[in-house]
DNA sequence: CATTTGCCCGCAAACGTTTTCCGGATTGCG
DNA sequence: CGCAATCCGGAAAACGTTTGCGGGCAAATG
């Protein structure tokens, strides 16, 4: 009993094929494929027989001729700036974690912040036909977009993407997490809170930013020019930024970053000098990367949930790819902040003089 | 003039197949696909008139299709044990680029030290018929291998592997940069080096502690049992490590990680207690990840370049997957590994009374 | 009982390639 | 000049699915 096809000794394909199944369960390879799909015309009884001979051959379906008769590939793209910022590790780890769940591969990419690489990488997507994508990089080039949108093609986007039939936005609150930090500062003391951006090309560096504008005027404060420093995004930026901060002529109480990794390289940028966070200088950061609370001190820290994100990103993917999806037509989805408090946020330094280490607070946010 | 197949209105396919290129060239399909497959037996003349088709017509191979009928996907598979850990994005990252320019996709997953995770990822990238798959997991549990093993299916191990016609085994040279970091302790006058672990049931983790055993051996060094510490390559890990180190009647004056996370960890472990690095203890690595030139202080490490990993994993894929490589023969690539210094390390504490910081070494491994 | 209706199931046509096989043309040699 | 050998391109058969369409059979209706 040869195990596939008329001709079966070929080639060296010894995959077992629908055919195998419909033999087995004596029906035609229709029934087999519709019975494998759930599609609720074949007979229970049939259908039953069908799923037994599966189990018995040991048959799985090929997926490259599923896709290519079927043209969806059930492979969802995920576009991140740069792998070896541990925030997107543990945003690819859920989102992948989702999609398998729910039946879908997963296509990772990384821009390094790179139009080349971008292109090449939306190329190959394109060329692997995947269903969707999702482009988590914080602030897109705008013309890479143009290329997808041709064929109303499924995309998720952060923050802000273009206003087309398929496009879906993740619109991420900062505001939130953002005044709570701000807040939390000033009730401890803070006058001056310098902020660290990231690169102000970004879109989402701009609006992380400007909450950070809008939260200090709320609580009354003003904020020198030299106090807004632009990073990168990177542990490089944060130290370049502590020592553009060591350099003023009187160093804030407080610096707020535009994501974590600046806020370790500000940490690191401050370990050589005599400032000490957070005795003379709190810091914090943004996104609640895992390393934040093990960073020396542990960093008080805004955070961005990626179980959120990649919650919200993988059921709007499919949103835009399944035309039944309960919330195919939802457009927007909103992703909220909150600060979690550290040990890297004190009272301003010289407010509590002589106090010492123990005066450390460790209550939550302030109401 | 519409853009394809005879009767072109079928459906939503508005994509550009072989036989417009065909026409266009006036040539057949076959010839196209042998002048795109760069086939010899194609007249230079012809495949010239070809390829001037392709550009013309904008036409991009349907994967979905050559993998069906070819057999090969030209995706690359590729385990990973935690893509959470930094070690492991530094390697996918160096492991995709080379793939990608060499033409093949990667596929990537995580198994997170699970074994129903790893079975389902091997599921998943048997059905999606990857053409190989390296296995960076640094110990795997050998059930699953022989899931893999049936049909002579290219495989890479890290340190050991089955002897099977299709696997091939990097094979790191732990002793190497291990001998290099305990020579360098030793050089600076230590005698009570501990050592962190990774988990012992990985083959790597083991491999590890017993190059630091024959480091020891070597330089004359003894070592009490309560100096090998078990952990679990994790930053929790390393912090219970330090722990229990602080609870001995003696602290070690030195102590040498299974890998970067754990001796982060251990800094972070000691950094509550009145001990620090490397003034009282001098703290050594393994990795060389990203993130130990930014520790405070910045870590001193045996590196184990991700590069040299990365190519040499997709070389000896490849070896296994294409039967004219030029290294189709080779079994097992050498990994060295070498020795970084940087601030963790300095002379035993109380060696050099009152001469404090500034005799910080900074100087390269002793010869 | 005859006719219509509706429900399943099977036939067969795609999907876009690679690859085998074959035939025609060109070349080389006697 | 004739015949064999060589080469190169085209026709067509896979590859393993999904899916439109038609047909058979049972139930329902007149």
Redesign the pocket.
Same mark, same amino acid.
């Given at each position: 009993m040869s195990p596939?096809?008329k001709?079966?000794s070929? !080639?060296r394909?010894a995959?077992?094929?629908? !055919?195998d199944?419909?033999r087995r369960a !004596?029906?035609?390879?229709?029934?087999?494929?519709?019975?494998?799909?759930r599609?609720?015309?074949?007979?229970p009884?049939?259908?039953k027989r069908v799923w037994k001979a599966v189990e018995e051959v040991g048959?799985?379906?090929?997926t490259?001729?599923?896709a290519?008769?079927?043209?969806?590939s059930r492979i969802l793209g995920l576009i991140v700036s740069e792998i070896t910022n541990p925030f997107f590790p543990e945003l690819i780890q859920e989102f992948e974690n989702l999609a398998v769940a729910q039946g879908y591969e997963v296509m990772i990419g990384s821009t390094n912040y790179e139009l080349a690489r971008t292109e090449s990488l939306i190329r190959r997507m394109l060329q692997r036909s995947v269903d969707g994508v999702a482009v988590m990089t914080f602030g897109i080039e705008e013309e890479l977009v143009k290329k997808l949108v041709e064929r109303e093609f499924p995309m998720v986007f952060v923050d802000a993407g273009p206003e087309l039939p398929n496009i879906r936005v993740l619109k991420i609150d900062y505001g939130e997490g953002i005044r709570e930090a701000v807040q939390h500062l000033a009730a401890l003391g803070h006058r001056q809170i310098a902020f660290i951006t990231g690169p102000l090309r970004l879109r989402s560096a701009a609006a992380r930013r400007d909450a950070f504008r809008k939260s200090m005027a709320e609580v009354g404060l003003t904020i020198p020019a030299q106090h807004i420093i632009e990073g990168d995004h990177t542990m490089e930026g944060g130290m370049a930024a502590a020592e553009q901060l060591n350099a003023l002529e009187e160093l804030p109480t407080a610096v707020l970053c535009s994501n974590d990794m600046s806020a370790i390289g500000v940490l690191h940028g401050l370990y050589e000098t005599t400032h000490k966070v957070p005795r003379d200088i709190s810091v914090v950061g943004f996104d609640d990367i895992h390393l934040a609370q093990f960073m020396l001190p542990p960093l008080t820290t805004v955070q961005m949930s990626c179980k959120d994100l990649a919650s919200a990103a993988v059921q709007a993917l499919r949103a835009g790819i399944e035309a039944d999806h309960p919330k195919a037509a939802q457009k927007e989805w909103e992703i909220p902040t909150r600060l979690v408090v550290r040990k890297s946020t004190n009272f301003p330094r010289g407010s509590l003089p002589a106090l010492g280490k123990t005066t450390r607070r460790r209550s939550t946010v302030p109401a």
């Open positions: 596939s096809g001709k079966s070929n !080639r394909r995959t077992v094929s629908i !055919r199944v419909a !004596r029906v035609s390879i229709a029934t087999v494929s519709r019975a494998v799909n599609i609720s015309s074949v007979d009884e049939l259908a048959y799985v379906p090929n490259q001729a599923r290519l008769v079927s043209g969806r």
